[in-house]
């Protein structure tokens, strides 16, 4: 008897198994009452009977089969969570209408926790959008899927153009933690991880945080604190060296000491507006942000470098900015350039726009640079006269207007430099 404890093959096989045992065994209790009774019109009557129980027995089987068939739709359905598709119960009462009704909760609460997730995951690529620093979304075979509008800053051209892109080709590596490949990029960008599901797979989500603004800061501090500190010194010193020359003046009779006094009086005023102008580099700027045209800007350069016979272009150029600030750096720029021994007509004045910033670069034909990595060094200087303060100047501006300014070699193979500042592009700017 060990055939009645096995286990059946399948619930289809099992009751179709019973549907036909049922049907042989009420087909021959229907043929022995009929032979024991041996009258006819009970053939009539039990015939009939016979046929509709079991027409009832396979519907009943079919209804089974079905509701199981529609509780399996439905399952498939959550697995590729789809929620909207609801199965008909088959039965009011018992253990398959609970088992139907567990599963529209559960349906119910998938379908809440999806929505709760579709809006987290809404609620991040906003996010992503709003932060002005790039991030990047790569999805589970790491090609580009997602980013912000800072991508363009990072890599020179919107993410819509290198959709689908692998990490490779962006020059980034996972192993043995996130980093760019170059060198360069890699000491100026610190690249924050984190992983998160998107529509049931994982996705990678890379923060880029540019580390070289925060060494900068620290640099400018730590400047700035010596410039503190030598300005407090030397005015100290100063002030009884000009004070003693003056009270000695009219004691001293003689020319020659008469000329000492005076040389030293100019010495130590000349150090004064020395340590005066350094101070400037600890002062916050009072910013008047207007807008302005490019043509404008260059029309008041022109007069104060009449004879540099400047030259320019993109003067169509709408900016908005501080036009005297700008115009003070500019000054500035084009003083050095001179300085360097650019001829006369040389100088070249660029304002155009790249992607989502402004430029305004000052190119010359002069000697060129000597030490680049100097350059925006206080009290670093190449000029016989020169004390080192210009360019950290200018750059303090141009930082202070939220751009930024480099001074490189000439790109297209002549002598000279280019000095460029970059500066926030605005909505409101356009043509003149």
């Not at 022109?302 to 709408?318: E, H, K, V």
């Not at 006369?344 to 992607?355: M, S, V």
Request: one cysteine or more; aromatic letters at 8%; a positive charge.
């Amino acid at each position: 008897m060990a055939w009645i404890n096995r286990r059946p093959a399948s619930l289809e096989r099992h009751s179709l198994a019973l549907s036909v045992g049922l049907l042989l065994c009420s087909l021959a209790a229907v043929v022995l009452a009929g032979l024991w009774f041996g009258l006819w019109w009970l053939w009539l009557l039990l015939v009939p009977a016979w046929l509709l129980l079991n027409k009832w027995q396979f519907a009943r089987r079919r209804q089974m089969l079905a509701a199981f068939n529609r509780a399996s739709v439905q399952l498939e359905a959550m697995h590729n969570q789809d929620y909207s598709l609801q199965a008909k119960a088959a039965y009011q009462t018992g253990i398959a209408a609970s088992f139907q009704q567990q599963l529209q909760q559960l349906s119910s609460q998938l379908q809440q926790r999806k929505s709760f997730f579709d809006e987290q995951q809404f609620l991040l690529y906003r996010l992503i959008d709003q932060l002005n620093t790039p991030i990047l979304v790569f999805d589970h075979k790491q090609q580009l899927s997602y980013a912000n509008a800072e991508f363009d800053s990072l890599f020179g051209q919107p993410w819509q153009s290198l959709r689908k892109a692998s990490a490779e080709l962006l020059g980034l590596h996972s192993e043995p933690h996130w980093h760019f490949a170059d060198s360069e990029r890699q000491r100026q960008w610190q690249i924050r991880h984190s992983r998160f599901m998107d529509q049931g797979q994982r996705h990678q989500l890379l923060v880029f945080i540019n580390i070289q603004a925060a060494l900068r800061d620290t640099e400018l501090e730590a400047w700035q604190q010596l410039i503190r500190v030598l300005s407090h010194e030397i005015r100290n010193s100063l002030t009884p060296v000009l004070a003693l020359s003056e009270q000695l003046q009219p004691k001293l009779a003689a020319e020659r000491d008469q000329q000492a006094l005076q040389v030293i009086r100019q010495r130590s005023q000349h150090l004064q507006d020395f340590v005066s102008r350094y101070s400037e580099l600890n002062k916050p700027l009072s910013i008047n942000l207007q807008p302005l045209c490019a043509a404008d800007l260059f029309a008041a350069l022109q007069p104060l470098f009449s004879d540099a016979a400047l030259q320019a272009s993109g003067l169509s150029l709408r900016l908005y900015s501080d036009a005297t600030l700008l115009q003070q750096v500019l000054i500035n720029l084009i003083k050095n350039a001179i300085e360097a021994g650019s001829p006369p007509g040389t100088l070249l004045l660029q304002f155009a726009r790249q992607h989502n910033q402004l430029q305004i670069s000052v190119s010359d034909l002069g000697h060129g640079i000597s030490n680049s990595r100097d350059l925006f060094v206080p009290f670093y200087t190449t000029k016989a006269q020169g004390q080192g303060i210009g360019l950290q100047l200018c750059r303090n501006i141009v930082r202070q207007l939220a751009g930024e300014m480099s001074l490189a070699p000439r790109s297209d193979g002549q002598q000279g430099c280019c000095a460029t500042i970059s500066l926030p592009w605005h909505a409101a700017d356009a043509g003149c």
